[in-house]
């Protein structure tokens, strides 16, 4: 296999596109088995058996390599560690993309609990392929058979003719790539390895996550039909209200008056998914952006559905924007992005693209991925499953980044965000967010 990447590129050289999927085992597992299921269910998905080429003339590529790893390699056995842990430890070291690592597999033995641990490059697949994998790596373990699963990359041409660029936007585009033929440049692996290093040098990140058991998803559940809305509707307005609460500013006229100052809306990108019934790895996720303020002068339910209109009156121009903007972009320009966003480079043509992106150097906002119902069994053989939790990455256009897993009835939302001075108010934010969805 040798497939050009295209719509995977934005994830070539971003630092921190580090995908977490924590799952809990019942059930007696052996070590030697475990890493036989894992082997087996890696080389059953014919893209984790690929590394990532780029050729002389910036193009990258997916190119299959022979597949020999040894599975005591594949699984590494800890016991008495916490996940975020290692988590925090692992998002900072850059995955070897070039040789093919493109996932790391934990097994945490401790006293009351066994758990899978999930680190992917985002070039490794979506969240839902996560999921999937760990569907082949059960089915492993319980003896029962894991079909093969060639390579199916999404393709832009896939996009709805609906979603074509306007005229303006066009002309803009012609301007960009014309600048960027006289200006722009093409960054090396090794680069990427420096910006990596540089990027992670004495940052951290937390993660947090709330569990909402049965009966509290039942009500929140009740609560959207009762209003007509879906349950990623109400969580999403929550998160607008804790931000809204956080960022009352006050000001003083002229006249020595106090008023409180104008709010600007939050940028909210929300991740949604391209699957349709593909059950192999892959990066079927696109980002749909808009702007909401949460408004004080009405209540609740009534913001709840301003802003679930405002998601699904959507065009399908407005919803894949991003990605009909990236089909349409040299890879290396796409690459610069994140050296700018990370001030290791200047050029005002990749100022413009990432102001089409909705990247900056200090990035706000928050973005949200619902998995809604998690695809995977319950029960595989003499095995279970529980508290599924996937962590997003943390991403140059956005500050604030939420994960919500619906499994088994049971409602998982986590919160990832870079430790730094604005900490305390991250941690707030969510904290209100959470007190919201439960008063509910």
């Known amino acids: 296999m040798k497939e050009r990447i295209e719509k995977e590129r934005l994830h070539l050289f971003a630092p921190g596109d580090v995908l977490v999927t924590h799952v809990e085992i019942e059930g007696i597992i ?19 058996n690929a590394r990532v080429v780029i050729d002389k003339n910036g193009s990258a590529y997916y190119e299959t390599q022979k597949f020999d790893e040894n599975p005591n390699d594949m699984v590494r056995i800890l016991h008495h560690v916490y996940w975020k842990d290692i988590v925090n430890e692992q ?82 585009l012609k301007g960009i790539l014309h600048n960027w033929k006289k200006e722009g440049t093409g960054f090396s692996e090794e680069e990427y390895y420096q910006l990596h290093a540089k990027v992670w040098k004495n940052k951290k990140t937390y993660i947090q996550y709330e569990t909402f058991y049965k009966d509290a998803l039942y009500r929140l559940a009740m609560y959207a039909k009762e209003h007509q809305v879906t349950v990623n509707s109400v969580i999403l307005t929550a998160f607008a209200k804790a931000s809204r609460e956080l960022r009352h500013a006050v000001v003083v006229d002229e006249s020595g008056r106090q008023q409180t100052a104008e709010l600007k809306p939050d940028e909210i990108a929300m991740v949604l998914s391209m699957r349709d019934d593909y059950d192999g790895m892959g990066d079927y996720e696109y980002t749909y952006s808009f702007r909401y303020l949460y408004d004080e002068t009405l209540d609740f339910a009534e913001n709840v559905q301003k802003l ?51 990247i900056s150097t200090t990035p706000k906002g928050m973005a949200v991925t619902n998995l809604v119902k998690v695809p995977l069994s319950a029960k595989y053989g003499s095995y279970k499953l529980r508290n599924y939790v996937y962590v997003p990455p943390v991403l140059a256009n956005a500050r604030r980044i939420i994960g919500i897993t619906t499994f088994q009835g049971i409602m998982n939302i986590s919160f990832h965000a870079i430790q730094d001075e604005f900490t305390p108010n991250s941690r707030l934010f969510y904290q209100k967010a959470i007190a919201c969805l439960r008063a509910l």
């Open 91 to 172: 998002e900072s070291i850059a995955f070897d993309l070039d040789h093919g690592e493109l996932m790391r597999f934990y097994y945490l033995i401790n006293e009351e609990k066994q758990e899978f641990l999930l680190i992917a490059h985002a070039f490794a697949g979506d969240a839902i392929s996560h999921a999937l994998l760990l569907n082949d790596i059960m089915k492993g373990l319980a003896d029962m058979p894991v079909k093969a699963k060639p390579a199916m990359l999404c393709r832009m041409d896939q996009l709805p003719k609906e979603s074509q660029l306007s005229f303006p936007e066009k002309i803009k």
């Open 308 to 358: 679930h209109n405002n998601i699904h009156l959507s065009q399908p121009r407005e919803r894949y924007q991003q990605l009909v903007w990236l089909r349409e972009l040299p890879g290396e320009l796409v690459d610069s992005i994140h050296f700018q966003a990370a001030g290791e480079y200047m050029n005002p043509v990749t100022g413009e693209v990432m102001k089409q992106f909705g």
């Open 30 to 48: 052996f070590e030697e088995k475990l890493r036989e299921s894992v082997k087996n269910a890696v080389s059953k998905n014919e893209l984790l």
